[in-house]
């Protein structure tokens, strides 16, 4: 069902880590951003989209995690689009034949056969630096970043005063590094934070990819929690997050940890990235994290994070969610 958040701005909520999919009213139909995860419920807000006289005339994608590359034929066939970065990363991960399956073997076994992969990934990448999307509605300026994934993007529709985060600024996922061939994974999210925090007092509603949605007062406080945390993990201290605890510790969203794991055990011998992470069910947060020194200094985090130290200088990842619905669609 779609919620109104703003006027012209609505949303809808999956059962899969609380995923939120945007629409946005335009002159001649709406813009959907990251749609959702289960086919059924994209289908249904393709419905209440048709019902109330709405087609989408354009779609975009945040960023190239699978859960935000999906889309439904009864969606119909409106551009699709992305930052050139987000685009070129998913075009190479879908280049061979494999692609797909490799995607397809990311998704939680619960809910694999809930999830539309046949127009996965089909994005137009808009040029680099574009600034706004284009369509016929709302100026919706793009916040391009590279913390999380490549080329991530939030969107800011300016005359709603309505910041679409993407997969950050969220109240139940800790910040998630992008770990693929970046030199400084903790500075590119740091720069990000920096981004966002210059368009926050533009913002009355924060949409974040998975969460509850936020009002103005909760802008800055996301920002500075977020800072907090990844300050944590570039001085490998314990972060005192809220976000962190005896449930979150099992899991973080499957799809935020797209590219951090290895596919097979060959590729985690060829690169050091875990195919799994053999702690990430466990219950009891003490399995799960695990107490020693980085640099000297006492540090709580993962077991299977240590192999990430190298590319890290230190640094220590972690992730967690506090949605029961995403914890048990994950298991």
Request: hydrophobic fraction near 40%; aromatic fraction near 4%; include cysteine.
């Amino acid at each position: 069902m779609l919620r109104q958040v703003a006027e012209g701005v609505l949303i809808h909520e999956s059962e899969f880590c609380q995923s939120n999919a945007v629409v946005v009213h335009g002159r001649a139909g709406v813009l959907l951003i990251d749609p959702g995860v289960h086919g059924d419920e994209i289908a249904c807000l393709a419905n209440d989209l048709s019902d109330s006289g709405q087609t989408v005339v354009a779609g975009f994608s945040t960023h190239p995690h699978w859960d935000h590359l999906l889309w439904h034929a009864r969606l119909g066939a409106a551009p699709r689009y992305g930052t050139a970065r987000c685009a070129a990363t998913v075009r190479d991960r879908l280049s061979d034949a494999r692609g797909k399956a490799r995607i397809a073997a990311l998704i939680p076994p619960d809910i694999a056969e809930q999830v539309p992969l046949d127009l996965l990934g089909l994005i137009t990448g808009l040029p680099a630096e574009t600034a706004r999307i284009p369509w016929d509605g709302p100026q919706v300026r793009i916040i391009e970043h590279q913390a999380h994934a490549p080329g991530h993007a939030a969107l800011l529709i300016e005359e709603r005063g309505v910041l679409v985060a993407g997969d950050m600024l969220s109240d139940v996922l800790i910040p998630m590094l992008d770990l693929n061939d970046t030199a400084d994974p903790i500075e590119d999210y740091l720069a990000a934070l920096r981004l966002l925090e210059g368009a926050a007092d533009d913002v009355d509603v924060l949409v974040p990819g998975h969460g509850s949605i936020g009002g103005a007062d909760q802008v800055h406080a996301r920002i500075d929690q977020d800072r907090a945390y990844v300050h944590a993990l570039r001085d490998a201290g314990v972060p005192g997050d809220p976000r962190v605890g005896p449930r979150s510790a099992r899991i973080g969203c499957p799809a935020c940890m797209n590219g951090n794991y290895s596919t097979s055990p060959e590729e985690e011998s060829a690169t050091g990235r875990p195919d799994r992470d053999p702690l990430a069910t466990q219950d009891d947060p003490a399995k799960f994290l695990t107490q020693d020194t980085v640099n000297g200094r006492p540090s709580l985090r993962p077991a299977a994070t240590r192999r990430f130290e190298a590319r890290l200088g230190g640094a220590v990842l972690s992730w967690g969610i506090r949605s029961e619905r995403c914890h048990t669609s994950a298991r």
